[in-house]
């Protein structure tokens, strides 16, 4: 199933600049391998070596967190948006 995933800048040198970019999978966890296959080293910046969301990375299937649903397992089906945000911290 065919997926439209949007891209922050800071991975960008990943994507050859694109900020949104398709691909298949019918979860989130076959949709990053598959990113990976076409764009060598982007997974690796979104999941750390255990196989977890990196803590620093917000991901959304549609307007959904996922690490309230069902983590890498939550299903994307055809069409849907996944946005990959790096976290912001700072301030004073």
Known sequence: M???VRIPTILRT???GE???TADG???AEVLDDLDGNFNGLKGRIVDESGELRRFVN???GNDDVRFLDNLKTPTPEGTQISVIPAVAGGS
């Open 2 to 4: 065919s997926v439209s």
């Open 14 to 16: 990943y994507t050859d």
């Open 19 to 21: 900020s949104e970019v």
């Open 26 to 28: 019918t979860t989130l």
């Open 59 to 61: 991901v959304y299937v």
